[in-house]
């Protein structure tokens, strides 16, 4: 399958450099959805005229939840907000079990 672009669009495709693309990291606070700048093991960054964020959030990468924290503000460095964890919990792709599953237990039983 051949695609044809104009050629304005592929010379602009051409200069984009990847730090501009869009990057998936947010940050939900209830309805409020904010871009993460940086994200490491302490904490995260975000842009400081996003709206104050506090307490419980939800870490998402693009549409996927990610993890559960609880944050607090640690510092403002000029266009930056710094939030530090105090509670870092991953969210899990699998419900949790209530019983050890043996080793070579059946998947299904067949009728």
Known sequence: MDIHLPEHIVAELEHVEPSDRKHRLRVRDGSLVVDVIDLDETGFSVASDAAP????????DGARHIADCLIVAAEGEGRIMRYEYKRWTQISPKAPLDYVREENAPIALLR
Not at 53 to 60: F, H, Q, T
């Open 53 to 60: 964020l506090r307490g419980a959030v939800a870490v998402l």
